[in-house]
Nanobody
């Protein structure tokens, strides 16, 4: 089994920053791509940022220049640094990790979600 635990969400004012973390644990042989998604009320879940095992990153246009995704392979953790927050960043944020288990199964595993609220 593989589990993801997210942390770092909360409420912040526009223009300020938050940092999300997502730590993987369990029967992990290797972690491939890691990603952050978000889902605002009444909207579909959308991709925010991805990072490959080779540290190549990609961002949604709406967060480019403000958000930074990074990973610590030793800690099996992916981060999302969110700067210059806007009200439209308000959403539940989910991490997703592509994991190769010790049994050599490839799985997409989702975190439980963490609420980010940006409001003055």
């Amino acid at each position: 089994q593989v589990q993801l635990v997210e942390s770092g969400g909360g409420s912040e004012q526009p223009g300020w920053s938050l940092r999300l973390s997502c730590a993987a644990s369990g029967s992990i042989f290797r972690i491939n791509a890691m990603a952050w998604y978000r889902q605002a009320p009444g909207k579909q879940r959308e991709l925010v940022a991805t990072i490959t095992s080779g540290d190549n990153t990609n961002y949604a246009d709406s967060v480019k220049g403000r958000f930074t995704i990074s990973r610590d392979n030793a800690k099996k953790t992916v981060y999302l640094q969110m700067n210059s927050l806007k009200a439209e960043d308000t959403a539940v944020y989910y991490c997703k990790v592509e994991v190769v288990t010790r049994e050599l199964r490839t799985l997409d595993v989702w975190g439980q979600g963490t609420q980010v609220t940006v409001s003055s």
